[in-house]
């Protein structure tokens, strides 16, 4: 149980264009959904916390109008990089809680590539 | 907000030695912590998890322990194996709502 997907696993966009990932609770209800970051050999730095219905909380030095981050249902949040730059090239994971666990359970990531 | 410092950055061992990760964090209203192995490329998978009411957790040859008074916490892998060779994070929570710190990380290589 507690699986969470990311699609697309991978994408490639050009610098300007906007992209969008989905991440999806796939057997359980997610009350709150998390987007993190990681570059090459570093940390997961985490840019937003969603909750169902409500707008998401940025972490201080992340873009809200340029991460968009939509958690429209219990089961699916949304993340859209908008006019991306090279400097967005990441591997951006989210992750999902119920209301009652401590632990986070971790979609598969989502490689983006700006050329 | 909540810091977590990880230490050391690598740490490389003997196949069958042991290995020990250090955490250290900043917010004593923390009261939970859990440890990430992350291979190349793929999801932090939960290897193990504290929380603040419990000094120490044992899971096979993994072991957590947790000093709530230093505001630290320790990994432990007993008789390393190859397949222990990736990266380690070690986090923090307030709270079941509340959104996990992650700390730096620890590539381990476990040496043939």
């Known amino acids: 149980g507690a699986v969470v997907s990311q699609h697309p696993s991978w994408v490639i966009c050009k610098s300007g264009t906007s992209v969008k990932i989905e991440c999806r609770s796939l057997d359980f209800q997610a009350t709150t959904m998390f987007w993190y970051r990681q570059f090459p050999k570093q940390s997961l730095m985490l840019m937003a916390t969603s909750n169902e219905g409500s707008k998401a909380t940025y972490e201080q030095g992340v873009e809200k109008d340029k991460f968009l981050i939509n958690h429209a249902s219990l089961t699916l949040s949304t993340l859209t990089v908008t006019s991306a730059h090279p400097e967005d090239s990441s591997f951006y994971i989210c992750s999902a809680r119920t209301g009652t666990s401590y632990e986070q359970y971790f979609g598969p990531g989502t490689r983006l590539t700006v050329t | ?112």
């Open chain 2, 1 to 112: 907000g909540e810091n977590v410092e990880q230490h050391p950055s690598t740490l490389s061992v003997q196949e069958g030695d042991s290995a020990v990760i250090k955490c250290t964090y900043s917010d004593s209203a923390s009261n939970y912590f859990p440890w990430y192995k992350q291979e190349l490329g793929k999801r932090p998978q939960l290897i193990i998890d504290i929380r603040s009411n419990v000094g120490e957790k044992k899971d096979q040859r993994i072991a957590v322990t947790l000093n709530k008074t230093a505001k630290h916490f320790s990994l432990h892998i007993t008789e390393t194996q190859p397949e222990d060779s990736a990266v380690y994070f070690c986090a923090a929570s307030l709270s079941r709502a509340s959104k996990i710190i992650f700390g730096s990380g620890t590539r381990l290589s476990i040496r043939p």
